[in-house]
T-cell receptor, first 110, second 112 residues
Framework: GIQVEQSPPDLILQEGANSTLRCNFS?????LQWFHQNPWGQLINLFY???GTKQNGRLSATTVATERYSLLYISSSQTTDSGVYFC????????????FGKGTHLIIQP | SQTIHQWPATLVQPVGSPLSLECTVE??????LYWYRQAAGRGLQLLFY??????ISSEVPQNLSASRPQDRQFILSSKKLLLSDSGFYLC???????????FGPGTRLTVL
């Protein structure tokens, strides 16, 4: 099946810093999504971005489908940005089930 | 707007006991429904998906089963729990054709 690799696995930053999270995938995809999991376990859908660039406030994402990678940018980090960020792609099976990477654990220190 | 509910929020069960986790979606019709499991705090694994009432597909062989008795209800079950069934179970819904997926709050299951 398709492989999804995320880097870095862990990242510690000071409040106000910028960061770039990377997601590499092993095959072509029709569906790529970024999620944020907060400390209570809730998964929030940040972006649906199979290709191109999108922005939502301090967050933006870019997917280069031909080169099989996606980037999530976080600018002017806040402590509430802490948590685990997941990249997920369609698994190639039915009904658009997702294959997740192992995530990037982000800690923003005040 | 659409909302997704899961219960219970936490569950502690002995090995060999049965399991029933419920997921319901409001504000949408004929959604695709999914069950995922997250073990050890990282990475989610797709367990089951459903495109309609009574239609269940399994992604991995396991000790669990799923059912969809109503359009917006998805149930995860087991007849006899194993220690390895412990984890964080998340239900999600999405539209057809590669749409975004939205997750419920999850159920933390501990099997002792």
């Amino acid at each position: 099946g398709i492989q999804v690799e995320q880097s870095p696995p862990d990242l510690i930053l000071q409040e106000g810093a910028n960061s770039t999270l990377r997601c590499n995938f092993s095959d072509s995809v029709n569906n790529l999504q970024w999620f944020h999991q907060n400390p209570w376990g809730q998964l929030i859908n940040l972006f649906y971005i199979p290709s191109g660039t999108k922005q939502n406030g301090r967050l933006s994402a870019t997917t280069v489908a031909t080169e099989r990678y996606s980037l999530l940018y976080i600018s002017s980090s806040q402590t509430t940005d802490s948590g685990v960020y997941f990249c997920a792609v369609d698994s190639g099976g039915g009904a658009d089930g997702l294959t997740f990477g192992k995530g990037t654990h982000l800690i923003i220190q005040p | 707007s659409q909302t997704i509910h899961q219960w219970p929020a936490t569950l502690v069960q002995p090995v060999g006991s049965p399991l029933s986790l419920e997921c319901t979606v409001e504000g949408t019709s004929n959604p695709n429904l999914y069950w995922y499991r997250q073990a050890a705090g990282r990475g989610l694994q797709l367990l089951f998906y459903s495109v309609g009432i009574g239609q269940i597909s399994s992604e991995v062989p396991q000790n669990l089963s799923a059912s969809r008795p109503q359009d917006r209800q998805f149930i995860l079950s087991s007849k006899k729990l194993l220690l390895s069934d412990s984890g964080f179970y998340l239900c999600a819904w999405g539209g057809s054709g590669g749409a975004r997926q939205f997750f419920g709050p999850g159920t933390r299951l501990t099997v002792l």
